[in-house]
């Protein structure tokens, strides 16, 4: 069984920083890509940053140049360094992993709230 388990959300003001975790047990499966993305009531989950195994990244573009996705490949954790945070960024964060030979997997989601 694959399971993902997320922290690291909260409530933080605007201009803050979070960083979010997510580690995977996937095994015998082999993970490849890693990522988070975002959702909001009424709105279409949203990537908001990608890693491959080799350490290829993709970011959303209204976070890029505030967030960074790095990963530790023996954990097979993924984390997401969010700084400079905005009140538009307010949405449950959720981690997804792409395993290898099988499909990809979501975490049950983290709150971020930015807000004074």
């Known amino acids: 069984q694959v399971q993902l388990v997320e922290s690291g959300g909260g409530l933080v003001q605007p201009g803050g920083s979070l960083r979010l975790s997510c580690a995977a047990s996937?095994?015998?499966?082999?993970?490849?890509?890693m990522g988070w993305y975002r959702q909001v009531p009424g709105k279409e989950r949203e990537l908001v940053a990608g890693?491959?195994?080799?350490?290829?990244?993709n970011y959303g573009d209204s976070v890029k140049g505030r967030f960074t996705i790095s990963r530790e490949n023996a954990k097979n954790t993924v984390y997401l360094q969010m700084d400079s945070l905005k009140p538009e960024d307010t949405a449950v964060y959720y981690c997804n992993v792409e395993v290898i030979g099988l499909t990809r997997y979501w975490g049950q989601g983290t709150q971020v709230t930015v807000s004074s």
């Open positions: 890693i491959t195994s080799v350490g290829s990244t």
């Open positions: 996937a095994g015998i499966y082999l993970i490849n890509a």
